[in-house]
């Protein structure tokens, strides 16, 4: 069933999957209006159909809706499962995984590719989404509850805390996936526009295509230095804000009391300022640089996209 569906297809199919949105492709079945493969949607392990795979996976493409707008020409979803977003390890170690939550995301699998949508701890759409596509993968393999994904062009990821109850259908559908041995110019996992779905640019915070803006680590790291907090407050990552404001506060309302000469002077004093501001600088570094690992997900400036389509490209473009 699994390799009638992904492995006899023709490679063409996947190597070069159509762009035209416009096109009416032939489903099979859909959704909540989403294209997928029921046979490998619903299914364990062993292709037999099982009632409350069937009710994990309707539960979560409900959270889902939005990807209509992002499905190719004849893509299709085959399995869906819940994850953690790929963090580096000094923020891991820095944070102590105290935000472990703010990692919550979705992989998709599709017939084309793999969809990486980040999300809130309640795995709620946060108007980021990125696409793995197969051939541009190397090797992908799945340890215990880690997705591990080594790309074509050098570059390595690591997708943790993989459902439970998928491991055993993910590990049967990797090796069916069509990657391809050869490719031009392979990328890694590229993030697309929440608002028109291009590819986005690694080094240009817009859109290319519709001009979205998204928000920047710069404006995070002024914002980290003026407020406490302010980096996540920033980024709309209003817990994280609130755990490092209150830090931060502490910390300050420590240094003004030593500061105002409510300690006994002694010859500790001096080492007990610098310590304060050696600690508040280290809280406010780290929370930069965690509001900044958010930023790229490529969050757009305002959380509201409004609506976009080709004729209104080309009426800016006129003007």
Known sequence: MLVNAIGNAPPTQFAAPPEDKAASPVLREKVFGLPVDRDILFTDDHNVYQ????????QWIVKL???????????????????????????????????????????????????????????????????????DIRRIRLRWRTLEIDYKNGRSERFSGVALRERKKIKQLLPALPLVKQVLQ????????????????ERKMSCRRCELPFKTKGMAGMMAFLFPGGGHFYTRLYYPGL??????????????????SLV????????????????????????????????EQYIPRSSRLGRWSPDSARDRSVQ
């Open 51 to 58: 009632a409350p795979v069937e009710k994990r996976q309707r």
């Open 65 to 135: 809706s939005f990807l209509k707008a992002f499905l190719l020409s004849g893509e299709r979803i085959l399995r869906i499962t819940s994850a953690r977003s790929p963090m580096k390890w000094y923020l891991q170690l820095f944070t102590g995984g105290v935000f472990l939550g703010m990692e919550n995301a979705f992989l998709v699998f599709t017939t084309y590719r793999i969809l990486h949508i980040p999300t809130g701890s309640d795995y709620a759409y946060r108007q980021s989404i990125a696409q793995v596509r197969y051939r």
């Open 186 to 201: 392979p990328v890694g996992r590229r993030h697309l526009c929440p608002r028109c779905g291009a590819v986005l640019s």
């Open 243 to 260: 755990v490092f404001s209150v830090l931060e506060g502490l910390l300050m309302a420590l240094l003004v009391t030593v500061g105002a």
């Open 264 to 295: 006994p002077v002694n010859e500790y004093r001096v080492l007990i300022i610098v310590g304060i501001v050696l600690g508040l600088s280290a809280v406010k570094a780290v929370g930069w640089r965690h509001a900044g690992h958010f930023l």
